[in-house]
């Protein structure tokens, strides 16, 4: 069974230019959480989501973050217009309907330059 | 705010020793903590979990401990190996919210 999948594992980008993040969740898991670790920091929490609902966005910047998981696909984290504040590590998990354990991806490290 | 915080940022031990890393929590709602280790590049793995009705739960080489009284969480790791150096996070999960709080971090490094 494969784990939480996301990719790209590493994207640059330079400043003012959109980031696309992907994540697959684990088989059978339909909640999805995305996370956001600054370097020597712990994760701090951005948004939760299930099939095509944002369920809890408190942790999302008001502005150019977006969030969606579409019936078929991925999960996608957009970051428009980037600045280099935005370069961190990105976490998705995943966690089985009425299941509370997350289980974490390999994250996508954004550099913008 | 609610936090999850760790008392050290580093622990050194010798290979063989048994390791503590400890966390306090302040949501005295939470009721579900779990332990994650991350080693460097990585993501989070999940080591341990345990809920606020217990007060200890073992698993391979792992222990976890929790002091609802003092809102502290430790996590023991016996015979400590090279393959242990990580950085460990203690999360919590409390009440109707779904998001996991994170504490910093404590970095584990294992000694030959």
């Known amino acids: 069974n494969a784990g939480v999948m996301q990719n790209p594992r590493h994207l640059v980008r330079r400043r003012g230019q959109e980031a696309r993040l992907r994540c697959s969740p684990m088989?059978?898991?339909?909640?999805v959480y995305w996370y956001r670790q600054l370097p020597e920091e712990g994760l701090k929490f951005m948004v939760y989501?299930?099939?095509?609902?944002?369920?809890?966005e408190s942790g999302m910047p008001k502005e150019r973050f977006s969030a969606e998981f579409p019936k078929e696909g991925p999960s996608i984290l957009r970051i428009q217009q980037v600045v280099r504040g935005d370069s961190a590590a990105y976490f998705c998990?995943?966690?089985?309907?009425?299941?509370?354990?997350?289980?974490f991806g390999p994250g996508t490290r954004l550099l913008v330059l | 705010g609610e936090s999850v915080g760790l008392h050290l940022p580093t622990l050194s031990v010798q290979e063989g020793d048994n390791s503590i890393i400890n966390c306090a929590y302040s949501?005295?709602?939470?009721?579900?903590f779990i332990w994650y280790k991350q080693e460097s590049g990585k993501g989070p793995q999940f080591i341990i979990d345990i809920r606020s009705n217990m007060d200890k739960r073992q698993g391979q080489r792992v222990t976890v401990l929790l002091n609802k009284t003092v809102k502290h969480l430790s996590l023991q790791i016996a015979a400590t190996q090279p393959g242990d150096s990580a950085v460990y996070f203690c999360?919590?999960?409390?009440?109707?919210?779904?998001?996991?709080?994170f504490g910093s971090g404590t970095q584990l490094t294992v000694l030959p």
């Open positions: 949501n005295s709602a939470s009721d579900y």
């Open positions: 989501l299930q099939k095509e609902n944002i369920i809890d």
């Open positions: 999360a919590e999960l409390g009440g109707s919210a779904r998001q996991l709080t």
């Open positions: 088989k059978g898991h339909s909640h």
């Open positions: 998990a995943s966690s089985p309907p009425g299941g509370e354990t997350q289980y």
